[in-house]
């Protein structure tokens, strides 16, 4: 399965932006997908997932209640709405994709990484 991430770029605080995550296969739809983020010099950190049918999110608690995820299984795609974005969201943004066991929140469970895409959010 190969991964593009887009629609990052740079955002002032309180902004909005989406992030899309395109994939090239039809396992696609039985996939759980998670976004990550990467600031400099940190680990990277989980963001949120969704389940393979869509009908179940995760986030991590710090972007819960400011982030969507969302998934299209007929388009292959899944997308992160990102809204009050906070200079702390500041990051390469990764889709990945979890073709085996449950939805997860380590990076270890994930067997497909995208590129990343930069997100810089302005004070």
């Known amino acids: 399965v190969q991964l593009q991430a887009s629609g990052g770029g740079l955002v002032q605080a309180g902004g909005s932006l989406r992030l899309s995550c395109a994939a090239s296969?039809?396992?696609?739809?039985?996939?759980?997908m998670g976004w990550f983020r990467q600031a400099p010099g940190k680990e990277r950190e989980f963001v949120a997932a969704?389940?393979?049918?869509?009908?179940?999110?995760y986030y991590a608690d710090s972007v819960k209640g400011r982030f969507t995820i969302s998934r299209d299984n007929a388009k292959n795609t899944v997308y992160l709405q990102m809204n009050s974005l906070k200079p702390e969201d500041t990051a390469v943004y990764y889709c990945?994709?979890?073709?085996?066991?449950?939805?997860?929140?380590?990076?270890?469970?994930?067997?497909?990484w995208g590129q990343g895409t930069q997100v810089t959010v302005s004070s």
């Open positions: 969704v389940r393979w049918s869509g009908d179940t999110t």
């Open positions: 990945a994709a979890d073709q085996f066991g449950e939805v997860a929140d380590s990076q270890y469970d994930y067997d497909y």
């Open positions: 296969e039809r396992t696609f739809s039985r996939s759980h």
